[in-house]
């Protein structure tokens, strides 16, 4: 069977005895008896061995502090093995000794003695792991791995992979079921000499040689759980990323994060190698698994730079070709942007700012660039994502005018601002874009006619909106009058229908309450799409409880004035939302347009309009040739009715909608403040609904009547409603008028509502809206609308 897995631990996970001990209790936990392990020096010893030779340069007295690491690495040795282990490598280690005496010694020396010099951590480690291993009864060998890794020598040593991967295939056909511990940071020449991989070298040595073996995973073990979308030092809400693709990993890696290094990730492209990012220090906690390609983009990482080198430069040249030769020369910038009078810029990491420099020099003559400067009081910050435009919105709306404009590329977004702005805005960037997206939660309530159309709306357009609003708006109940369905894992409205019909269960108002409590979201939104006046009169109880409402019914809005202030004052104590647009013209922007108009500066004036689809429908169609009744009952055999055509007939539907209209301006009237005049004769009114329609007939000479008085002036008989408050003096009815034939209440699509509004900015040519003002598509919709804003208001807090 292949090798599938490869350990690489750095020299904070080996920094003393019980580090040695925990890595090996890992590799024989958590892998198989052919793992391959790649090690750093432990803990500080490299730094020890560049300080030794510093020292030695400088002709100081390096005795003292070379003693002071063998001491260390003895007492690793004593504290970790057997005697015969320990005598071992104790003999092993005064003969490095000696030779490190020897280099040190020298008055000069070349490069590859004072690599020889640094390798040494490298080594011990990987002979002290693989006793350890053995100590604890498994087979186990140390490679050195300038034995396996050839390089041709340059500023960083360049792998000759098709002769390194043959010496690596090799060596594992001569150590079948054996653990290989193998030396990181290091490799050798085509002469055998020492060279060194330069920083972060031995997870560089970890992924290569993972690479070169045909390994399937690659894991880095260090002292952190793994990749976070934010600096955790730095972001409190930090969360550890599950997995992100190899593609991301890389851009992070490039825009400077601490735990990810771009040339570590180099060899794993092209290969089917995933890395696990995981810590030594907690082994069984999740980690973040770095996968070769990914369907589907990881969440966002937020990223920052304290300081950048930033390059202002004059180009005669072409763009394109100069932001190809950079990256050919290694030096490809973080991000660029066209600057003012045709100057680019250019991002560096500081480190590489004298590299960029010589470059960009070089390239000067060809393409025409002059005017070179650099600038170094900004930093960075960045977002990482496959999917980095859906963010962009929310990530520029941040930035403030000192910022440099988005750089967008297809896997990052990326701004400069002064060094001062850098956490603060990583801060902001992380919480709209990659903190935990807020959750709002929908309840439905009412699950008849105008619910269904509503579900089957929100099915279709929840996902855009909550891209839309980088949220997560979820339907989590669904309440009828007699049988209630609460989920805090969601309802899928593509299916609500069965999961109702099996699992939704009786329910009162006390139970109900504590259910909505229980529900896990951030925020909460009610939509009462019933006509219950009970359940008004629970609306207190849901604002007590922090929960948001979308009405369509419309009997809160035009209830007891009394009741409509405690419902406002309620709103206004505890920073919640109320909307009922959909109570009043359904889908028509009625109260979108008075709110407009008082927000302009406008005052309103006048409203007026007919407000019932049914009684615009039989006074468009009552022209006389026809008895008033034959018509009513038409209009109930088509459903256009109510079951009782008085409910329409009263004009107390339409009472309530003037109400409503007439607080929303400002006026704090009652329902017995608006005078109506209903075509039902008091003694047909208190019927019983069958004794009505055997009677109906009695409405039809009074209606005829009034039809021909219309007339004989001249006029149009319809029924309205009009409210004016001109001159400070209110008046408002509800009833039959006489209009002008070519009034806007005059001539209207059968069904439609119009709604008339005369205003100081609107007088001789007042603002009309018309369309259907009901339907149960048009009422969900602006149920659905009513939702949105209140969405949009509660992420914009």
Not at 11 to 30: F, M, P
Request: hydrophobic share 45%.
């Amino acid at each position: 069977m292949a090798r599938c897995h490869l350990h690489k631990f750095g020299g904070s996970s080996l920094a003393d005895a019980d580090c040695y001990r925990r890595v090996a209790h890992i590799l024989l936990t958590q892998g198989r008896s052919d793992d391959l392990v790649v090690v750093s020096a432990a803990g500080k010893s490299t730094n020890f061995l560049y300080r030794l030779l510093e020292l030695s340069d400088k002709g100081a007295l390096w005795q003292e502090e070379l003693q002071q690491l063998m001491a260390y690495q003895q007492q690793l040795i004593e504290q970790l093995l057997s005697a015969e282990q320990a005598r071992h490598l104790r003999e092993r280690l005064a003969t490095d000794k000696a030779q490190l005496q020897t280099l040190l010694a020298l008055g000069e020396r070349n490069d590859y003695q004072v690599n020889q010099v640094v390798s040494f951590g490298e080594r011990w480690s990987a002979r002290l792991m693989a006793a350890l291993l053995r100590e604890s009864g498994v087979a186990a060998s140390h490679v050195d791995a300038c034995s396996i890794l050839v390089a041709d020598e340059g500023a960083v040593p360049q792998i000759r992979t098709a002769e390194s991967r043959a010496k690596v295939q090799a060596l594992l056909a001569e150590h079948p079921d054996e653990r290989l511990v193998i030396t990181g940071f290091i490799c050798a020449n085509s002469r055998g000499d020492t060279l060194l991989l330069g920083r972060n070298g031995s997870d560089f040595s970890a992924t290569l040689i993972a690479s070169l073996a045909d390994i399937d995973r690659v894991t880095i073990w260090t002292d952190v759980e793994g990749v976070f979308n934010a600096d955790p030092n730095k972001i409190n809400d930090a969360k550890l990323l599950a997995s992100m693709s190899l593609a991301e990993a890389d851009r992070l890696a490039r825009l400077g994060s601490p735990v990810l290094h771009s040339r570590t990730l180099q060899p794993l492209f092209d290969t089917r190698v995933s890395m696990a990012v995981r810590s030594s220090y907690a082994p069984h906690t999740a980690f973040t698994l770095v996968a070769p390609s990914s369907s589907r983009a990881s969440a966002p990482v937020v990223t920052n730079l304290n300081e950048v080198a930033c390059f202002s430069l004059t180009l005669g040249g072409d763009c394109d070709t100069l932001l190809s030769q950079l990256a050919e020369a290694g030096v490809a910038p973080l991000a660029w942007w066209p600057a003012a009078n045709g100057r680019l810029e250019l991002a560096y990491m500081p480190e590489l700012q004298r590299q960029a420099l010589n470059q960009l020099n070089a390239l000067a003559p060809e393409l025409e660039i002059s005017d070179i400067s650099v600038a170094t009081d900004l930093g960075l910050v960045a977002l990482v994502s496959a999917d980095a435009h859906l963010y962009r919105r929310g990530f520029a709306r941040l930035l403030s005018r000192e910022a440099r404009p988005l750089y967008q590329d297809g896997l990052s977004l990326v701004t400069l601002v002064p060094k001062n702005q850098v956490t603060l805005l990583t801060q902001k960037v992380h919480r709209r874009c990659a903190g935990p997206r807020k959750r709002i939660g929908v309840v439905l309530l009412g699950v008849g006619n105008i619910g269904e159309a509503w579900l089957d709306l929100f099915r279709r357009a929840a996902t855009s909106l909550g891209r839309e609003l980088e949220a997560s708006i979820e339907l989590l109940g669904l309440v009828s009058s007699g049988k209630a369905l609460l989920d805090s894992q969601g309802i899928d409205a593509g299916n609500w229908r069965d999961r109702f019909a099996v699992e939704a269960h009786d329910w009162d108002y006390p139970s109900l309450f504590q259910q909505l409590e229980a529900l896990e979201c951030d925020e909460l939104v009610a939509l009462d799409i019933s006509a219950s006046a009970t359940l008004t009169l629970q609306y207190p109880e849901l604002f007590a409880r922090g929960i948001h409402l979308v009405s369509a019914n419309k009997l809160a809005g035009s209830g007891p004035l009394p009741f409509y202030r405690e419902l406002k004052q309620q709103l206004g104590n505890r920073r919640l939302y109320w909307r009922y647009n959909a109570s009043c013209g359904a889908g028509l922007p009625v109260q979108h347009a008075l709110n407009d108009l008082h927000n302009s500066g406008d005052t309103v004036e006048a409203v007026g309009g007919v407000f019932s689809g049914t009684l615009c429908w039989l006074f468009e169609h009552y022209d006389g040739s026809r008895p008033f009744s034959e018509l009513v009952l038409e209009a109930k055999t088509l459903g256009i009715t109510e079951p009782d055509p008085r409910d329409d007939l009263s004009g107390r539907d339409m009472q309530r909608k003037l109400l409503i209209l007439a607080r929303e301006i400002g006026l704090e009237l009652e329902l017995d403040d608006i005078e109506v005049e209903s075509p039902v004769p008091e003694a047909l009114a208190a019927l019983p609904l069958s004794d009505f329609l055997g009677r109906i007939s009695e409405l039809d000479a009074p209606m005829l009547a009034a039809l021909n008085a219309a007339r004989d002036n001249g006029k149009v008989l319809r029924y309205v409603a009009a409210l004016d408050r001109a001159g400070g003096r209110v008046s408002a009815k509800v009833g039959l008028s006489w209009v002008e034939p070519e009034h806007p209440w005059a001539n209207l699509t059968p069904g439609d509502n119009v709604f008339v509004i005369r205003s100081a900015f609107y007088q001789g040519n007042p603002l009309i809206i018309r369309g259907p003002g009901a339907g149960r598509e048009v009422t969900a919709a602006a149920v659905q609308s009513d939702l949105a804003q209140i969405c949009h208001e509660l992420l914009q807090e």
